[in-house]
């Protein structure tokens, strides 16, 4: 299940977090952890009749986003940057990554 999840994540940057948090458990899952990805599959099917649409316009300039969530990881306590690059309206990139150390301070 959670494969299938981490294929459909490169058309749905919108489950990609709680398809990476819900793959950390799959050498020991819970039912919990079936109860989520569950809900996961019932949201897209909820919403199938959504995608990404790229729109053509005569302008094509670059904008990127970031940002860092420092300890919002409660399990093992690391890092979380997230980047998004966009061309004129339309998203083209995206990365969600834990990161491999622990930071102990911002500076």
Known sequence: MIGSL?????SRPDIIF???LHARFQK?????HLTVVK?????????SNLGLMFKRRESF?????????YVGDKVE????KGS?????DNLVTW?????????????
Request: hydrophobic letters at 40%; glycine letters at 6%; charged letters at 20%.
């Open 28 to 32: 020991e899952p819970r039912r919990v």
């Open 6 to 10: 981490f294929y459909l994540t490169v």
């Open 77 to 80: 306590r690391k890092n979380t």
């Open 61 to 69: 300039r670059l904008i990127s986003y970031c940002d860092v969530d």
């Open 95 to 107: 990365i969600c990554k834990k990161q491999g150390l622990i930071a102990l301070s911002t500076s």
């Open 39 to 47: 809900h996961i599959f019932r949201y897209l099917m909820g919403i």
């Open 84 to 88: 998004c690059h966009f061309i004129g």
């Open 18 to 20: 709680s398809v990476s």
